[in-house]
């Protein structure tokens, strides 16, 4: 389906755990040219859900930094765990249509009753046709079938993935209560109405069971375009897991011409100096993603 002729609504969806580092930064500056440049709206949505992850500190810090970057969003902010009720009602949506079950089975057990399996994160299927047990806390896995889920990614070309076969069902909603990423990202994209998610790489392999979501909700599926993410030069993922630092926020126009840089936009030399503003407004008015077609990582 074709969503050309609608304005361009895009997100940022840091979630809390840590001040922003470079690699954040750099998807959202991303984000940010890639809505700009298409005059459309770029959205700012706390993902806060995984409550024992979140980080005291973070959501100021996130909001600052974005700000000192110049990276203004449209709209107020969306906190995930400010609704609460909505990802209940659309379990409840799919609980009826029969795709939902309740499992008990824990990471342990899992481990060693289907090793292979486990490994790769595949679920064996245990629990799919028993009752809700009585008195034992359960998670709500979705049921998933061999069908080929398929999308042309913005940068990345054309991925299919069987998600049977890849990921068997997978968890909607924790044992501990929380409601899972791959689901609430479905039911917030479309609650903000967004149609164009630009995000990391490494959200690459999450997308088809977000797809297989929004089909089962009867929900538009967005256009995405996942952009490289930052490794250092040991290869690692610049994350809040390897504790890289949070952004240094003295000098944010140089931080900018080199995440320009990074993403491939070659800024002349003579903005090296420039102030923030007159930075972006360059990039928003170059802005090209296509120099980063099928990069999976770029090393700082
Ligand atoms: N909250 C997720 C993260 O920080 C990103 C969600 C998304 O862009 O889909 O990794
Ligand atoms: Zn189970």
């Not at 500190?57 to 110049?70: A, N, Q, R, V, Y």
């Not at 375009?225 to 949070?246: C, E, R």
Request: glycine share 4%.
């Amino acid at each position: 389906m074709s969503q050309d002729k609608q304005p361009y609504i895009g997100r940022f969806a840091p979630s809390p755990t840590g001040p922003l580092h470079f690699g954040s930064l750099y998807t959202a500056l991303a984000g940010f040219l890639q809505a700009r440049s298409q005059k459309g709206k770029w959205l700012l949505r706390i993902d806060d859900l995984d409550t024992p992850r979140n980080a005291k500190g973070s959501i100021d810090h996130i909001l600052k930094t974005l700000d000192i970057f110049g990276l203004h969003w449209d709209d107020s902010v969306y906190f995930q765990s400010h609704n609460l009720d909505v990802y209940e009602d659309a379990l409840h949506e799919l609980t009826e249509n029969r795709l939902i079950f309740a499992c008990t089975c824990s990471r342990k057990m899992l481990t060693e009753t289907h090793p292979e399996q486990a490994q790769s994160d595949i679920y064996p299927g245990i629990c799919r046709d028993r009752p809700p047990p009585p008195h034992t806390a359960y998670a709500f896995r979705i049921k998933t079938d061999n069908r080929i889920i398929s999308f042309q990614d913005g940068l990345q070309g054309f991925i299919a993935q069987n998600l049977a076969e890849q990921h068997g069902d997978f968890i909607l909603k924790r044992k501990d209560g929380i409601i899972a990423y791959q689901f609430a990202v479905v039911v917030d994209d479309h609650r903000q109405q967004i149609n164009h998610v630009l995000r990391g790489f490494d959200l690459l392999d999450s997308t088809p069971k977000q797809i297989y979501l929004q089909q089962q909700l009867g929900l538009a599926t967005p256009q995405y375009m996942h952009v490289p993410i930052i490794i250092d030069t040991q290869g690692y993922k610049l994350s809040k897991q390897t504790l890289a630092q949070a952004v240094d926020l003295k000098a944010p126009n140089k931080l900018i011409f080199e995440l320009l840089t990074l993403l491939k936009q070659a800024p002349p030399d003579e903005l090296k100096h420039a102030e923030t503003t007159e930075l972006l407004n360059w990039a928003i008015a170059h802005w090209n993603p296509n120099p980063l077609e099928k990069l999976r990582a770029i090393s700082r």
